[in-house]
């Protein structure tokens, strides 16, 4: 099965300009996820949905930072008027509930990469 | 504050050798994960845990959701496996997964 894809993997900007990253979970997951992963720190959650649902957006910097999985499956993470504090590798990942054993295993894609200047 | 603490930060071994990586929980946790982070920034599933000890080749992990722990066992290290261990865990639902800030694993020939 094909794993999780993101897009753009690389993404430059001066400080104010906006961009948009985008996630295709892994087919049937239900559970799509936002991390920001600065450098050399360790994923920190951002949102996740439950098909096209937000679970928790609690950490979300509402002023600046939008997502929306509209039909439950692709989704976009976007950030308007970016700012040097957001460089960082923004990840996707999927899962599904697959019982006490495997739970809700994450599957990550391979990132895309933001660097604000 | 961090629920989710790792230690330690950096570990360096030579190959043929092993170790124990640990994340300790400052609440108690239903579920925990281990993933490898490798140098092209992937994020590799090694282990979920609901409870006990799971094992696939030369890596062990236990979950000890009571005493709020986790440890990932490297025997017989490779190359290969230098990266970044990071554990994440949940105390809700099964969702909302929590991500330790690593260890830095380097494998010395």
């Known amino acids: 099965e094909a794993g999780v894809t993101q897009s753009p993997r690389y993404a430059v900007l001066q400080e104010g300009q906006a961009v948009s990253f985008w996630c295709d979970p892994i087919?049937?997951?239900?559970?799509l996820y936002w991390y920001q992963q600065p450098r050399d720190q360790g994923p920190q959650l951002l949102v996740y949905?439950?098909?096209?649902?937000?679970?928790?957006n609690s950490q979300l910097p509402s002023d600046r930072f939008s997502a929306v999985r509209p039909k439950g499956t692709n989704s976009t993470l976007k950030i308007q008027s970016a700012k040097q504090g957001d460089t960082a590798t923004y990840l996707c990942a999927s899962s599904s509930d697959r019982g006490e054993n495997s739970g809700n295993t994450l599957y990550f894609g391979e990132g895309s990469r933001l660097i604000v200047v | 504050g961090d629920q989710v603490e790792q230690s330690p930060s950096a570990l360096s071994l030579h190959e043929g050798t092993g170790s124990a990586l640990r994340c300790n929980f400052t609440t108690t946790m239903r579920a925990v994960q281990w993933f490898q982070q490798n140098s092209r920034g992937s994020l590799i599933n090694l282990f979920y845990?609901?409870?006990g000890t799971k094992e696939n080749g030369r890596l062990k992990s236990t979950f000890n959701s009571k005493e709020s722990y986790s440890t990932l066992h490297i025997r017989d290290a490779q190359l290969e496996d230098s990266g970044t261990y990071f554990c994440a865990a949940t105390n809700t639902g099964y969702q909302n997964f929590y991500f330790g800030k690593g260890t830095s694993l380097t494998v010395i020939p």
């Open positions: 845990l609901a409870s």
């Open positions: 087919s049937g997951h239900d559970t």
């Open positions: 949905f439950r098909d096209e649902a937000v679970i928790d």
